[in-house]
């Protein structure tokens, strides 16, 4: 299996990348295919493939923010049971983050991700992929470290027709086990410049702000 960077969209493994990505999430939160051609194009966003002879079986996103030293996760595929795709991606991720903050002169501080919590919305469906199955996909990232960010979030569409989306949990992996709070700015800080590209957002979500910056600190709890 190798992992391949894609970096335009006249790239044939994007392609069969987006056909994934639209089979596996719902539409709301699938990019157009000619959007991404910026995001694709951007060095700060890391778009890459798992390519098993040929196929694309797996995909991951992400973002290192040097100002802060920490990463994003912008989504994990599995396209495929019993290859081990989400162990090699991850590997692979991790390995390539660690790069970026040590080029940084540091040491990672920890990544954020999104994750559906299905305890709270029933009807998330994700393409039939048992590993993709919203329950399996909660429980991977508690056994990777991710911790629940201690507030109720709010998720732009990335439709950007200004709906909220609900039924996510905003979630914090640290570096250093031991840490178990982390500085609102630093949440608010993130969230919004990684929906800056949004012209349209909810109400919701700068509520959800400004309950945020009412606060110094938000507690890391269990996913």
Known sequence: ??????????????KKMHTLLGEVFPPEEVL??????????????????????GEVVGATEYRYYP???????????IGQP??????FLAEKRQEDLHRLAEENGKVLYGGFAEIYNPYL?????????????????????????????????????????????????????????????IST????DFLMDYYSVLSNKPKMWYEM???LKAQKK??????
Request: net charge negative.
């Open 121 to 181: 919305r029933k009807d998330v469906e994700f393409g039939g992929v048992i590993p993709m199955n919203p329950y399996v996909r909660r429980e991977v990232l508690s056994h990777l470290g991710y911790k629940r960010l201690d507030f109720p979030y709010v998720h732009p569409s990335w439709k950007n027709d200004g709906e909220p989306v609900l039924g996510l949990d905003f979630c914090f992996i640290p570096t250093d086990d031991h840490i178990t709070e």
């Open 67 to 77: 100002q802060w030293n920490v990463a994003m996760t912008d989504f994990t595929i």
């Open 185 to 188: 700015d630093l949440v608010v």
């Open 32 to 53: 157009e295919f000619n959007l991404w051609k910026e995001p694709l194009e951007d060095p700060s966003i890391h778009v890459y493939v798992a390519d098993h002879d």
């Open 209 to 211: 702000l400004d309950f």
């Open 1 to 14: 299996m190798e992992y391949i960077r894609i970096t335009n969209l006249h790239d044939p493994l994007f």
């Open 82 to 87: 019993g290859l081990a795709i989400g162990r």
């Open 218 to 223: 938000v507690k890391l709890l269990p996913l």
